[in-house]
Nanobody, 114 residues
Framework: QVQLVESGGGLVQPGGSLRLSCGASGIFSINAMGWYRQAPGKQRELVAVITSVGNTNYADSVKGRFTISRGNAKNTVYLQMNSLKPEDTAVYYC?????????WGQGTQVTVSS
């Protein structure tokens, strides 16, 4: 069974931190894993991605604040989010990219508010 399961979202005050986790099962030949987000009324956008060889790419809006990393098994990806801002509020989706297509998690809500 193909699954991408996210966890770690929640409510945090501005300036706070959260760590998102995503585990992939039943998905093979993963070329890259990443995080995307979608705020109400906006299109889904890339937050960060890490390739199978460890190269990373970040949206300009999160550079210096967010860090993407992989677990040892390389089917797990994390997103450490620091110095969170209200504009980071969105549903965050985990993505796994393979030769045959993209897989998506169900999303986890991140709300930054005082």
């Amino acid at each position: 069974q193909v699954q991408l399961v996210e966890s770690g979202g929640g409510l945090v005050q501005p300036g706070g931190s959260l760590r998102l986790s995503c585990g992939a099962s039943g998905i093979f030949s993963i070329n890259a894993m990443g995080w995307y987000r979608q705020a109400p009324g906006k299109q889904r956008e890339l937050v960060a991605v890490i390739t199978s060889v460890g190269n990373t790419n970040y949206a300009d809006s999160v550079k210096g604040r967010f860090t993407i990393s992989r677990g040892n098994a390389k089917n797990t990806v994390y997103l450490q989010m620091n110095s969170l801002k209200p504009e980071d509020t969105a549903v965050y989706y985990c993505n796994a990219r393979t030769r045959v297509g993209d897989y998506w998690g169900q999303g986890t809500q991140v709300t930054v508010s005082s």
